[in-house]
């Protein structure tokens, strides 16, 4: 059911990669209420998954950029604007990425060559996107941009590696320019802390499977799934949440606020029915 919440919109989504992307779900959502969109991803992704399918479905360009290049976002930029025909007014960042992670280097033994290049490309990039957006004036007044964080920001998960800091850095942008862009622009900047979600990147954590059973068990209205974090994501793209800004937004069924819940601990005491050797 559509709600015309994006009628006469326009936006430019980062990210989709395949219909597991959260980008993906965003950009059929955004089109349903009423948007137009610019889809983008580098030009190894784009050759890699299947955006262009859902570029036909959304009616919809797609742009190669690599977003942690301020070239290829200048290009990005320019063309958009000459597509949809003046400034957007929105723009999601679903970009993340580890070679640590890839790798299965533990967190006391990171390559930091690695660690350059994820804060880079899940962080430094969300600087760089904002930055450059900022400069050529793309995003219209009480424009929205969203990055997608999880809460490994502020807590730590299992092998979730390097990509905790580079989730910490992009909340810490999203505060810090959000100031700006919202004192200058007029312009709001969030994150949402979504639940850990199945999606091409989140598989190559170790593990992810075991941790979003966890969460399913600790949240009281469990995970949210790829298309309910689609549907956060249009309502801050909407003009229903024009004062909303600088935030990371909990959008994780309650777990960010649990501390044990009944399901959680039934199963934990499960293993005492079994030798446990773990540390």
């Known amino acids: 059911m559509s709600y015309n919440l994006l009628k006469g919109k326009k936006g430019i989504i980062f990210g989709a990669l395949n219909e597991m992307s959260i980008a993906w779900k965003v950009a059929e959502l955004a089109v349903e209420e009423g948007a137009e969109i610019v889809l983008t991803n580098t030009p190894v992704s784009i050759r890699m998954g299947t955006i262009d399918e859902l570029a036909k479905k959304c009616n919809a360009h797609v742009i190669a950029a690599d977003a942690t290049n301020p070239e290829d976002l200048e290009n990005l930029y320019k063309e958009s604007m000459e597509l949809l025909g003046g400034p957007v007014d929105f723009i999601l960042h679903s970009i993340g990425m580890s070679p640590n992670v890839r790798k299965g ?42 990055a997608l964080s999880y809460a490994a920001a502020q807590r730590t998960m299992y092998e979730y590696n390097d990509m905790a ?15 700006i862009y919202g004192r200058e622009k007029s312009v709001r900047v969030n994150t949402i802390s979504q639940s850990p979600t199945m999606t091409t990147a989140g598989s190559g954590v170790k593990g992810f499977d075991k941790l979003i059973d966890f969460s399913e068990r600790m949240s009281p209205l469990g995970n949210a799934s790829a298309q309910e974090c689609a549907n956060y994501c249009i309502t801050l793209f909407s003009d229903l949440t024009r004062k909303v800004t600088m935030q990371n937004l909990f959008h994780d069924g309650g777990f960010s606020n649990m501390g044990m819940s009944y399901r959680a601990m039934q199963q934990y005491n499960k293993s005492f029915d079994e030798k446990c050797d773990c540390k």
């Open 105 to 146: 280097n533990s967190y006391d033994e990171l390559n930091y060559e690695y660690l350059k290049k994820t804060l880079d490309v899940s962080a430094i990039s969300f600087h760089k996107v904002i930055q450059k957006a900022k400069e050529m004036d793309v995003v219209a007044e009480y424009g929205s941009i969203v």
């Open 165 to 179: 800091d580079a989730k910490a850095m992009l909340e810490s942008i999203a505060r810090s320019f959000g100031y």
